[in-house]
Nanobody
Framework: QVHLVESGGGLVQPGGSLRLSCAAS????????MGWFRQAPGKKREFVAA????????YYADSVKGRFTLSRDNAKNTVYLQMNSLKPEDTAVYYC?????????????????WGQGTQVTVSS
């Protein structure tokens, strides 16, 4: 069982930055790949980024590539999503998720555990 808690969301102006954190409970955190998804009002949940269990491999949606950076600290059971050059279209609720055996990092159905989400609003 893995319990995930996101933090770091808020209101930021276009071009600004935020860092989201996802703290995980459980001793097996280092065996899970981790992903971030987001959902804007009236839209489907979409993949943002994912990182392997070791942290050696990352993968990003084209819409955030070059602006967002995903990292993890397995000693602290935490993953971090650094978001730079934010745009109004990045406004959404952001969710972190843990994936154990699946390989479809971009597929929300593959993930085993989800956090409650944190709101990110990009607006002037």
């Amino acid at each position: 069982q893995v319990h995930l808690v996101e933090s770091g969301g808020g209101l930021v102006q276009p071009g600004g930055s935020l860092r989201l954190s996802c703290a995980a409970s459980g001793r097996t955190f280092s065996t899970y790949a981790m992903g971030w998804f987001r959902q804007a009002p009236g839209k489907k949940r979409e993949f943002v980024a994912a990182i392997s269990a070791s942290g050696n491999t990352t993968y990003y949606a084209d819409s955030v590539k070059g602006r967002f950076t995903l990292s993890r600290d397995n000693a602290k059971n935490t993953v971090y999503l650094q978001m730079n050059s934010l745009k109004p279209e990045d406004t959404a609720v952001y969710y972190c998720a843990a994936l154990w055996r699946g390989t479809g990092w971009t597929n929300a159905d593959e993930y085993d555990y989800w956090g409650q989400g944190t709101q990110v609003t990009v607006s002037s």
